[in-house]
Structure formats: structure tokens, C-alpha cells
């Protein structure tokens, strides 16, 4: 399989190929491509024509898929129901493979002290919510923009205290433990026996998201960003989360 350079600037990005899952291996994001972005992380709603989509790319990609997410996966999980497939979650720290295996990094020690400064910090702004997670913690300022910089400020400054990672998304500011991300889960994702030799393709949309869509063009795949032009790594685009499903319900071999 060939490779192409990575786009990086955000040049005008033609829609994915209809062919372009045949011989592939799939990796889904979860927020902002399959599901709409909410207000609060437990206010996403799945509806019943997404999990069928994903159930049917699951059957006809022969189990080569996998939705990898900033979220647990576990939470993943429970969203999407009995699809089946591999879910990657933590941003590439845990995994639950289809077949029952699972692994996941150690939590940090200081995550109740992160998380307690998180929401110290939410208490001075009205609409800021702190996530825990398994193996970190996320300040969201979607309902705040406000406090944005604080938010940042507060993540980084953690982050950096503890040795931890500091993350950036959409209104979102992250600390987690350092050591995976997105494009290493697909990188270990396609060691697996149904996976190698086939070609990878990622879809997704945050800027958490780029890990992945340069592993993919590193192995001769490719990415594809939901949601508007901008600078990328991925090589084509959807519009938006609607136009996402509706080209995975069409593109999936058959």
C-alpha cells in the first residue's frame, strides 16, 4: 500500500471515496462523529440508526472495527450497545477488544487531587463541569467560554506538577497520563491478526483526533475530519456528524 504526504493546511477536502472501506480496517471517534457534541458529556444521545450503522459496519467489515475515543470504554460501550466491536477508550490508555480481552494503564496516583482542584475551579464559574475519568480528569467550558483561559491555565499547570499529559479539545481541557493517544491505539490495533495487511482508515473531528490521522497516513490509509475545513493531517472531509453516518451507511462493502 502507498502513502501520501499529510495534508496540514486547510485546503478545500474532497469526500472519502465510495470504495475506500474495501480491504480496510475502520477506527471510529465517538463525540462530534458519531454522536453530537452536548452540552454536558452524559447528555449525548445514540439513536437507533447509528447503532444499526455501526452493528452493520461491524458484520460487513468482518470484525475490522474499532471506535476509539477520549471517553472510557466502558462508557463507549454502553452507548452503543451490543455492537460487538473493539472499543479503545482514554484516548489510547484502555482497551476492550471484541473478543473479551482487556488492558489499561495504571490510574495516576494524584488523580483525586486533580480532580479536586478541577472542581474548585468549576465552583468560581457558573457552567463549568469537571469529568472524572478512569485514568484522568476533563474540564469542559462549553457552556462557560468564558472561562476558558482558566480552564487551560489550571489543566497545564497540573499536568505539569504531576507529569501527566495536558490535552486540548473542544472546549474541553484535559489531564491524563502520558503514553498512548489515539494514533498509537490504532498502531496497536493493527497488529492483530483480522487487521494486518489491511488498509487503515480513521474518521474523527477534535484536534485529539490527529494522532490518529497521521498513523493512518503513515500506513497507507487514511483520515477522514468531520466537521469544517481546518489545518489536518486528514486527507478528506465530511461535513458534519449526519453526513458522517450517512456515508458509513453507504461506503461499507457489502
Known amino acids: 500500500m502507498g502513502s501520501m504526504k499529510p ?5 478545500e477536502r474532497a469526500a472519502p471515496p465510495a470504495d475506500l472501506l474495501r480491504n480496510a480496517s475502520l477506527f471510529l471517534d465517538f463525540d462530534g462523529t458519531l454522536v453530537e ?3 454536558t458529556p452524559d447528555a449525548v444521545r445514540v439513536g437507533e440508526e447509528t447503532r444499526a ?18 471517553r472510557s470504554a466502558l462508557e463507549v460501550g454502553e452507548f452503543l450497545g451490543t455492537c460487538g466491536c473493539t472499543v479503545v477508550g482514554s484516548h ?3 482497551f476492550r477488544f471484541a473478543d473479551g480481552r482487556t488492558s489499561s494503564s495504571d490510574p495516576p496516583a494524584e488523580l483525586a487531587a ?5 472542581r474548585e475551579l468549576a465552583g468560581a464559574f457558573d457552567g463549568v463541569i469537571v469529568e472524572p475519568k478512569p485514568l484522568g480528569a476533563v474540564l469542559h467550558f462549553r457552556q462557560c467560554p468564558e472561562a476558558e483561559q482558566a480552564c487551560l491555565d489550571l489543566a497545564r499547570e497540573l499536568a505539569d506538577a504531576h507529569g501527566l499529559h495536558f490535552q ?16 498509537s491505539a490504532i498502531r496497536r490495533l493493527m497488529e492483530e491478526p483480522a487487521m494486518r495487511g489491511t488498509r487503515p482508515v480513521f474518521v ?16 497507507g490509509g487514511a483520515g477522514i475530519l468531520v466537521g469544517p475545513e ?8 465530511l461535513a458534519d456528524v449526519r453526513a458522517a453516518v450517512e456515508w458509513l451507511a453507504q461506503a461499507c462493502p457489502r
Open 168 to 183: 486540548t479539545g473542544k472546549m474541553m481541557a484535559e489531564v491524563r497520563p502520558a503514553g498512548g493517544d489515539k494514533g
Open 53 to 70: 450503522v455501526v452493528a452493520n459496519l461491524f458484520e460487513c467489515l468482518e470484525g475490522r472495527l474499532a471506535i476509539v475515543s477520549g
Open 7 to 11: 495534508q496540514t493546511r486547510a485546503a
Open 230 to 237: 481546518r489545518p489536518s493531517a486528514a486527507r478528506y472531509r
Open 204 to 219: 474523527g473531528d477534535d484536534d485529539t483526533d490527529e494522532p490518529g490521522f497521521r498513523a493512518v497516513e503513515a500506513m
Open 92 to 94: 489510547g490508555l484502555e
Open 114 to 118: 486533580i480532580v479536586a482542584a478541577m
Open 37 to 39: 457534541l452536548a452540552d
